[in-house]
DNA sequence: AAACACATGTCTACCTTTTGTCAACATTTT
DNA sequence: AAAATGTTGACAAAAGGTAGACATGTGTTT
């Protein structure tokens, strides 16, 4: 039963982002949604209904008027907010050689948010900012918009010596966790490419990796997150294991070049056939290794989700 | 015969984290639950009745009201939490039927479950595992009498070599995820004393921080978790900075002596008037350096809490 | 450009329902 | 005796509802 009205105006207001008055004055002004009654009064939406609400609430954020987008239908909200995303961007971007990145306010002001919960130290704001970016804009622009912009922001704050190392310690872990608990393990129908997406050895810090397999989960891919730091036999292994149809790799730290490149290229030996996809803040560093041995580089995670899908086109031949 | 009603209202307590009044009223109210009574009124639940009310608590939290969801049955409660909880997201794609009530619910018959899971590299199955876990028998033995034993039990086969290192990858990071969704649930009271968590430098394993936190967390106490790999004066900051009623500390690595020692010398010298703890699977090999600095050894998880009860208890000469 | 109307989110005032907690007192268990 | 448990009634805070005012944009008309 996906259309039972069951649900009080506390799970709405928490599942939409919305507040009280706002979904009350859409049901009142435009008819947005029209919940049932109990003998007490009290509105009981159905799962449906906050669909709903989400939507209208996402198309509101990115510009559309309420009382325009009211009378649409699901499938025309949909849409509707799919034009905007980043990722339609940037596919539209192939056609029209103009990939003018839209100054996103909303995500900037979120990342800003999430940036004073890190400098004062309050996880659970920052956790709250971050599930409320989630509802607002969807999972691919909180992740290309607002945690990645977060990640090299604090990077960045971090070498200038701006933050304090404890801060970006405490950030990292909230992340961490965030991301984790998105990272629904592969719902991906059976026949998706597979991603394989770790850090190779000597590299710990696995943010970069966690986005990179969440980016692809949501292009459709079947992903297999392996943690940080392991080394490239173990990596070969797993992605000839689960006959992956590409690896993803995240490099943070430019020292230890040589052990860094020894794996690389130990990867890229043990796995000929498979495209090897690399990014991260001290990827730049390796360019030239990383085009010397043919893998592909991630210049920013919004572009991403364009390389898997050459990667698959490209399987056909 | 699981259905036996002999738990008293104390252990539904603990286990539900409700309180005795709100127990009562949702009985009385709601009809919630109908426990039997001994001779002399006292009130018996089986271990139904606490998973019920567990459920209860959970969608509570999640925003539904206790009046419209107590006459739901045990099933319908479960796919209301399991729509959106962060937890269960994690096993949504696995889309198997609600495992009928484990049969064994035993913590060695589920580290084993788990372990298995692991082996074959089965990540749902493994948070699933550790959700019915949570639900049997409660918090403070999942962490205790489950999470910890896996982790020994791996880090053990690693050593051996009879865990692959991907395995042991996935399964830390599957822990990890978990682990944090736990963390970041709770929040305590304000007056409750602090505990700052993490890992000294050049300490990557995180999750034996992460369980000090989470027991200290059940104990009652306000925790810090600060992420792995943090060096001494930022532990020592961040422990001044939230007056910290203790510090605790988990070590995995035995080697690199010189910069441990060094390292947990300069917190110790940092923080002379705050208890250090001090565990994981390679701080036996630090007994002597740890009583030296007057550090207290946390031998197993489980004396964790007594150790945290003295601390606070001594306090108050 | 100024004036005006409309659109829209927020806020206040005030009422009802729902729900957790508490006090007071009795009984049982330890 | 002290701690734990039970019952009852009362209470206060939270959650929800309606109605209407208001501030702020935005677009249209004059």
């Known amino acids: 039963m996906p259309n039972e009205k069951n649900y009080t105006m506390k799970v709405v207001t928490q599942r939409t982002g919305l507040t009280q008055h706002t979904i009350r004055v859409w049901e009142k002004r435009y008819d947005a949604v029209t919940p049932e009654r109990t003998h007490t009064n009290r509105r009981l939406y159905s799962e449906d209904d906050i669909e709903r609400l989400l939507l209208l609430h996402r198309a509101t954020t990115q510009g559309h008027s309420i009382g325009r987008i009211a009378p649409l239908s699901d499938d025309e909200l949909k849409t509707l907010i ?18 003018i990145t839209p100054p996103d306010t909303t995500a900037e002001s979120s990342v800003q948010r999430c940036l004073n919960a890190i400098a004062s130290m ?24 607002v945690i990645d912009p977060i990640m090299n922001r604090v990077g960045e704050m971090w070498s200038e010596g701006t933050l304090r ?3 970006e310690h405490l950030a990292t872990s909230v992340i961490r966790t965030f991301l984790g608990t998105l990272h629904s393990n592969n719902r991906a129908p059976q026949g998706a490419p597979v991603l394989v997406a770790t850090t190779p050895a000597g590299q710990w810090h696995e943010i970069g990796a966690l986005l990179a397999s969440l980016t692809a989960q949501s292009a459709g891919w079947n992903t297999l997150y392996m943690g940080p730091n392991l080394p490239a036999e173990e990596i070969a292994g797993a992605a000839i294991a689960h006959s992956a149809s590409a690896v993803a790799l995240s490099i943070i730290y430019p020292g230890d070049d040589s052990l ?7 990867i890229q030996r043990a796995l000929p056939a498979i495209p090897l996809l690399i990014g991260g803040r001290a990827a730049a560093h390796y360019k030239s290794t990383i085009n010397e041995m043919g893998a592909m580089y991630i210049e920013q995670l919004a572009l991403m989700p364009e390389m898997l899908s050459e990667i698959t086109s490209s399987n056909f031949y």
């Not at 799919?82 to 990939?99: C, G, I, M, R």
């Not at 956790?127 to 804009?137: F, K, P, S, W």
Request: proline share 6%.
């Open 82 to 99: 799919n034009e905007h995303s980043p990722l339609a961007v940037l596919t539209k971007a192939n056609a029209t050689p103009l990939p």
């Open 122 to 145: 309050d996880s659970n704001t920052l956790t709250r900012e971050l599930m409320d970016a989630e509802i607002a804009m969807g999972r691919n622009r909180l992740l290309t918009s």
């Open 260 to 266: 860094l490149s020894t794996e690389l290229f130990k």
């Open 165 to 167: 190392v404890a801060d």
